[in-house]
């Protein structure tokens, strides 16, 4: 069982920057693939981005070159960083944790607010 907990949303200017941050309940290392999902009102929740234990990483065709997703091991927390956001971007941001053993695990975080005004 592991609890994500976002923080860092917020309202920003279109082509503005936010950081969000993930904190994790345990190790970083155990957890095969962490990300982040968004869900605009009255649309499906999307895929932004991903990283692996092994410091792999997948984008959204969408964001690619302008959001970076990073991990800090040592405090056990995962950030997505968002650069020239566009109004598009306006979503409930959250965070991710899939565990691969026998069968697979996964947990979401609660979601954080992210609106970006033209």
């Known amino acids: 069982q592991v609890q994500l907990v976002e923080s860092g949303g917020g309202l920003v200017q279109a082509g503005g920057s936010l950081r969000l941050s993930c904190a994790a309940s345990k190790s970083i290392f155990s957890i095969n693939v962490m990300g982040w999902y968004r869900q605009a009102p009255g649309k499906q929740r999307e895929l932004v981005a991903a990283i692996t234990s092994g410091g792999d990483t997948n984008y959204a065709d969408s964001v690619k070159g302008r959001f970076t997703i990073s991990s800090d091991n040592a405090k056990n927390t995962v950030y997505l960083q968002m650069n020239s956001l566009k109004p598009e971007d306006t979503a409930v941001y959250y965070c991710?944790?899939?565990?691969?053993?026998?069968?697979?695990?996964?947990?979401w975080g609660q979601g954080t607010q992210v609106t970006v005004s033209s």
């Open positions: 991710y944790a899939l565990i691969i053993r026998t069968t697979t695990y996964d947990y």
